[in-house]
C-alpha cells in the first residue's frame, strides 16, 4: 500500500516507521526538514520537504497512486484541509486526520471525513485506569 503521511511529529515519524516496517511505500512530508531526524535509523520511505496543503507537493509525492493518507501535524485546521484536498480533489481512498479538538473533530466526522481525537481517546483510556480495579 502506498500511504502518504503529513507531519514528522512524534506520530507521524512512528507511523511511518510503523508502516515502512510492514512493508508498505511511504512518503512523509513535512514543512521543516529538521522532523526528519525523528525518523527511525533504517527507515526506507522517503521523506520530502513540503506543505501537503498544496496540490503540486501532493502529486510530486504520488498522491494520484496514494492507497492512503494521513494528516498529523500539531493544527487541526492544515489537517483538514489537507485531508479535504486528498480525499476530494484526489479521491484517496483512505484518508484520516487528527483532530484535537473534540468539537471540531465530531462535526468533521460528520461531514465525512475519518477522524481521530486524541483528546477523546485519551480521556477514555484515563478514565477507563481510574474506574478499573486496582
Sequence with gaps: MKVIIMGCG?????????????????VI??????????????????????DAT??????RAGIQEA???VS???GDNRNVLAAQIAQHIFKVPRVITRIYDP??????????LRT???TKVGAQ?????????A
Excluded: N
Excluded at 498544496?54 to 502529486?59: A, I, K, M, P, S
Design 10 to 26: 512524534r506520530v507521524g515519524a512512528r507511523l511511518a516507521g510503523m508502516l515502512d516496517s510492514a512493508g508498505h511505500e511511504v
Design 116 to 118: 481521530i481525537s486524541p
Design 29 to 50: 512530508l513535512d514543512v521543516d526538514s529538521y522532523a526528519f531526524r525523528r525518523l527511525p535509523s533504517g527507515f526506507a520511505g522517503r521523506p520530502m520537504l513540503g
Design 125 to 133: 483510556l484515563i478514565r477507563e485506569a481510574v474506574e478499573g480495579e
Design 72 to 74: 498529523v501535524t500539531q
Design 103 to 112: 468539537i471540531r473533530e465530531e462535526l468533521y466526522h460528520s461531514l465525512g
Design 54 to 59: 498544496d496540490q503540486d507537493v501532493l502529486r
Design 67 to 69: 492507497d492512503a493518507f
